[in-house]
């Protein structure tokens, strides 16, 4: 079975851009998880659904951030307008159920706003 | 404020001794600890994970030690080999709240093991 697949990998964006970043989770797994990686933060979970219904946005960091899931395979985390703050790498994972052992991160989407 | 915390960016050890990771929690809800491995432009990919009903979970090469009263937990890697050069984060989770599906990280442990 595919892993958690995101697209594209990179993007190099210009600061006011609009920015839409994809994620595909593993079949059959009903949570998923917006992540960001900066140096200065670490890890941090941005949103998490639950059967496609968002649950927890607390740390999406302002109104320029948005996420949708229309459905159980199909997320998008959008940002607009981008700033060069929000340069980072953005994970998205997926796990079975939620409170599951293990949560399955795909590759990231690294993020460059000039 | 970080709530879990890797005081060592980063750790250099020979091939075929003991690696040490360490890291520390100050959020005394946290009940079930995590190690994630990473490698360069690939995701975090689950190691090994502890209860806090436990002290110790063993899984081949890899051991995790959980020390409840000191808030620490440690992974160790015996022996060490080149493959396991890697970026390592500590996580962990709380279950009360409803909020059983939320990891806290660390910033992680940059391993690099020498031929």
């Known amino acids: 079975d595919a892993g958690v697949i995101q697209s594209p990998r990179h993007e190099v964006t210009e600061m006011g851009q609009e920015v839409t970043l994809r994620c595909k989770p593993i079949s059959g797994h009903n949570s998923l998880f917006w992540y960001r990686q900066t140096m200065m933060r670490g890890l941090e979970l941005l949103i998490y659904?639950?059967?496609?219904?968002?649950?927890?946005d607390s740390g999406m960091p302002e109104d320029r951030f948005s996420a949708k899931m229309p459905n159980a395979s199909f997320s998008t985390l959008k940002i607009q307008p981008s700033e060069p703050r929000d340069s980072a790498v953005y994970f998205c994972?997926?796990?079975?159920?939620?409170?599951?052992?293990?949560?399955?991160f795909g590759p990231g989407t690294r993020l460059l706003v000039l | 404020d970080q709530q879990v915390k890797q005081n060592s960016p980063s750790l250099s050890v020979q091939e075929g001794r003991i690696s040490i990771l360490n890291c520390d929690y100050t959020n005394s809800m946290f009940d079930y600890f995590l190690w994630y491995k990473k490698y360069p432009a690939e995701g975090p990919t689950f190691l090994i994970s502890?209860?806090?009903?436990?002290d110790k979970n063993e899984d081949g090469r890899f051991t995790v030690f959980l020390n409840k009263s000191a808030k620490h937990l440690s992974l160790h890697i015996v022996p060490s080999q080149p493959g396991d050069s890697a970026v390592y984060f500590c996580a962990a989770r709380g279950n009360s709240g409803g909020s059983n599906y939320k990891l806290t990280f660390g910033k992680g442990t940059l391993l690099t093991v020498n031929p």
């Open positions: 502890i209860s806090s009903i436990k």
């Open positions: 994972a997926s796990s079975l159920y939620e409170g599951a052992e293990t949560q399955y």
């Open positions: 659904f639950n059967n496609n219904v968002p649950i927890d």
